[in-house]
């Protein structure tokens, strides 16, 4: 082989690695990508059925309920619209009714969620970016009365059921 | 004390601009008395931040809570040594240790530039010192750790929760070793660009801090990944995180740039790429404390968020990139290589090996960035989740593990491929059969998955010790032979073996681990395999800023007790928060995991079991690179000195390391 023919086995080799990876990269990409809704997208009918998205919203106070097992249902809102969400498994640590919390799951025809993941954060004032602002407030605190104050009056109901 | 600490600071921006200008001055003019300020200023600099990080210490030390950070970060309560390790548990103090290691390592490039000409010395150190001004100014201006707070509150709100674990007391300064310690690379990068050369000596001073950065940023991440096992109580190991991205890129980049390096010295090749690369590295590194502090993402790791601090980093991210590019642009044409790569050649499997490193980072890069630029652009909130990042990485690191193996038996500059295959004929029928017993024996399973996996762990394992035997069997006393082999030979052994212990653990652990979240109350049992849980319930404790429900659970193993497990569910009530204290019986072949969901109804609970085959080897992998990296970094050739003999061996390496 010559240089210049060596070269050109080694451009190409290059090009079709970047063309691979690219294609590869942007099918996984579009495969896995999961779009974020409020309950009030929800309701609006904005959000696809039967497909992976993640939902955000506060857990209203005293719609907890517990099934058989680990199964569990409660109800998402935001400060317009509500959403039944059920779930199998371990709430994390930080789910509390009253705070804001993201479920991945899927929408069914029924009208319901149901989530495989269920992720609280880990300040009781803080809230997932894109949550908050689903709220329409800019500060990252939420004040739809009838789920939590602001500053926290209620926090003894908030404590975790080790601290009762 | 604390007005010290910040007066310090202010010193220390001074000496920096100073570090940072005049050397530079000193070398257009070539005046030699400017270009030694680099050194006598790195090291002023240094100590000077230690002073300031000597004082913010000791305000948590004495639990001084009219300093805004310590009251928000420590409490009375709590132990000595968390409240020493506070001081890097949030966003203004990890800023300050971020500086000290920046300005320590600024410090031990000081002490072995004898070892360097003094342009070069001067060069490098102006580089960094003009890196730590941004961190200073940024310091100063958005984040100062000696802020007082007046009224001064009694009590402190106490450190995270989730930081109060002796993994988490080293991860952060192993992992920011790691991100600054490419700085160095960048500066050595810098050095060579601005005076045009770039030659063998140059990469053998390169190679050892290149090395050293990446041997802490694996420990770092390791660490992480290990921590969050622990913690978090999902039992994952990786998440695939913004946060943790941030930190994989540099890896990725930096391992590029250890091997093109390593081309860069013995072959005088890929000059301008090995370049470009300590740019990327560096870069990614600032990139990854852009993306944490700023608070654009959702993460653990994301701290309390203030839009002017995610502009700054931005800025002196597109600063420092601008100019480091512009001048790759117009200088980097200079660097001439010494010859050509042939593909077939250690340096040609080496350069595919950076190609799939990068391409790598750059599907992490793409994954972790896409869903903030939608969202910048206003076109919705979308996240990318680990199915993206499994798809794209997985399948990138096969060709890499393939290179692995060959390149052991394929020599520098030219090679026939058709001898290097036939001389691995052995090793290649080993690697199938073992192949395909493994999964069987261990797992019971022929899953192709798994045997792909077992093949490449194989492959890796034996491939990394070819080298090692080759060179023995060449010589006719094997003992010699085995003494003659110099350290970075063994080091680079170890990683890669270490490379192959890794992929074991990832194959075994991702295929076969069985999880069951379960409601048992005293005395019920739930089964994995052969394992059987019974769950006896929990009891209350009182720890020394916590309470607790400490639970237990028996395991057996048909019928044979195997471990007794305890893992705790913690409440903080300086922050209100829970904690869930995994339990672990662990052996390298399996972990048994036991985390405490929580209560429902009188006395069940929930549980979370996991069967995890394998499992530790992961970190093993992980820690058998860092030692890689350790010996390889000192290889006595890199000690080289300039002025040869006499001097006495100031290491700076072993000092880092």
Not at chain 2, 251 to 276: D, M, N, P, Q
Not at chain 2, 309 to 314: D, E, K, P, Y
Not at chain 2, 429 to 452: G, H, Q
């Amino acid at each position: 082989m010559t240089k210049r023919q060596s070269r050109m086995v080694w451009v190409g080799v290059l090009l079709g690695g970047v063309a691979l990876a690219a294609v590869l990269g942007f099918k996984a990409l579009r495969e896995n990508m999961m779009y974020f809704y409020t309950p009030t997208d929800l309701a609006a009918n904005d959000a696809p059925r039967n497909a992976r998205v993640r939902l955000g919203g506060l857990v209203e106070r005293g719609s907890l309920v517990r099934g058989e097992g680990l199964l569990v249902t409660f109800t998402l809102a935001d400060c317009a619209q509500k959403v039944s969400v059920r779930y199998e498994g371990i709430l994390p640590d930080l789910f509390r009714e009253g705070q804001g919390i993201v479920a991945t799951g899927a929408l069914g025809d029924d009208g319901a969620f149901t989530a495989d993941e269920v992720l609280a954060k880990h300040d009781e004032n803080y809230m997932p970016p894109e949550l908050a602002e689903g709220l329409k407030s800019a500060d990252g605190r939420h004040n739809c009365a009838p789920f939590k104050s602001v500053n926290g009056n209620l926090a003894s109901a908030d404590a975790p059921a080790l601290a009762r | 004390m604390a007005e010290i600490g910040h007066y310090a600071l202010i010193l220390a921006l001074a000496v920096a601009i100073a570090q940072g200008v005049l050397p530079v001055l000193g070398y257009w003019r070539g005046d030699q008395r400017l270009l030694g300020i680099g050194v006598s200023g790195a090291q002023t600099q240094f100590a000077l931040v230690v002073l300031a990080y000597a004082a913010l210490s000791l305000a948590f030390v004495d639990n001084d809570f009219s300093l805004t950070y310590v009251a928000s970060n420590s409490h009375s309560q709590l132990p000595l040594i968390y409240r020493l390790s506070a001081v890097w548990g949030a966003h203004e103090g990890s800023l300050l240790m971020w500086l000290l290691m920046l300005t320590g390592w600024g410090f031990a490039v000081s002490l072995s530039s004898r070892r360097l000409p003094p342009d070069i010395a001067a060069l490098v150190l102006a580089t960094m010192g003009a890196i730590s001004v941004g961190f200073l100014l940024f310091m100063l201006a958005t984040s100062n750790p000696f802020e007082r707070q007046f009224p001064v509150p009694a009590e402190g709100r106490d450190l995270n929760p989730l930081l109060q674990d002796p993994g988490l007391i080293i991860h952060p300064p192993m992992l920011y070793m790691g991100y600054v310690g490419f700085s160095v690379a960048f500066s050595f990068a810098m050095a060579a660009l601005i005076t045009g050369k770039l030659d063998l000596a140059w990469a053998r001073w390169t190679r050892p801090w290149t090395t050293t950065a990446w041997l802490f940023l694996t420990m770092g991440i390791t660490l992480g990944s290990w921590w969050a096992y622990n913690e978090l109580g999902w039992g994952g190991w990786w998440f695939w995180d913004p946060v943790e991205n941030a930190s994989f890129m540099p890896w990725l980049v930096g391992t590029a740039l250890i091997h093109s390096l390593a081309v860069t010295e013995k072959r005088g090749v890929l000059k301008s790429w090995t370049v470009l690369l300590a740019i990327l590295a560096f870069a990614l590194s600032l990139l990854g404390t852009f993306l944490v502090r700023s608070g654009v993402l959702v993460s653990v790791h994301a701290f309390a968020t203030d839009p002017a601090r995610g502009v700054f980093i931005l800025a002196f991210l597109t600063i420092v990139l601008g100019a480091a590019l512009l001048l790759y642009a117009w200088r980097a044409p200079r660097l001439v290589s010494d010859g050509a790569v042939q593909l077939v050649s250690r340096e040609g499997l080496l350069l595919l090996n950076n190609v799939f490193l990068v391409a790598a980072a750059a599907a992490v890069l793409i994954g972790t960035l896409y869903p903030l630029v939608i969202d910048a652009l206003g076109l919705g909130k979308i996240s990318v989740g680990p199915p993206y990042f499994n798809a794209i990485f997985l399948p990138l690191m096969v060709p890499l593990a393939v290179l692995v193996g060959l390149s052991a038996r394929i020599g520098w500059k030219r090679a026939k491929l058709g001898e290097a295959l036939w001389s691995l004929r052995w090793v290649a029928l080993t690697t199938l059969i073992a192949a395909v017993l493994l999964p069987y024996v261990l797992e019971r399973s022929f899953a192709w998955l798994a045997i792909a996996g077992t093949a490449l762990s194989v492959w890796l394992m034996i491939g990394a010790l070819l080298d090692v035997t080759h060179r023995v069997r060449s010589r006719r006393d094997r003992w010699q032979g085995l003494r003659s082999i110099p350290a970075a030979t063994w080091g680079m052994t170890l990683a890669h073996f270490g490379l192959g212990v890794w992929t074991l653990g990832v194959t075994y652990a991702g295929l076969f681990s069985v999880e069951k979240d379960v409601r048992l109350g005293p005395g019920q049992s739930a089964e994995i395999g052969a394992y059987t849980f019974t769950f006896q319930g929990t009891e209350h404790r009182e720890g020394a800023n916590y309470q607790s429900d400490l639970g237990t659970v028996f395991v057996e193993r048909s019928g044979q007790p195997i471990a007794t497990l305890n893992p705790e569910k913690r409440l903080y009530p300086s922050q209100r928060s829970v904690m869930t204290e995994s339990a672990v019986d662990h052996n390298p072949r399996r972990d048994l995991y036991v985390a405490l969901g929580e209560p429902i109804g009188d006395a069940d609970w929930a549980l979370r079991l996991y069967y995890k085959p394998f499992m530790r080897m992961v970190w093993f992998g992980g820690v058998l690179m860092f030692f890689g990296g350790i010996l390889a970094a000192s290889d006595r050739r890199y000690r080289l000195e300039r002025s040869a003999l006499n001097a006495p061996v100031t290491s700076a390496q072993t000092a880092a390391t």
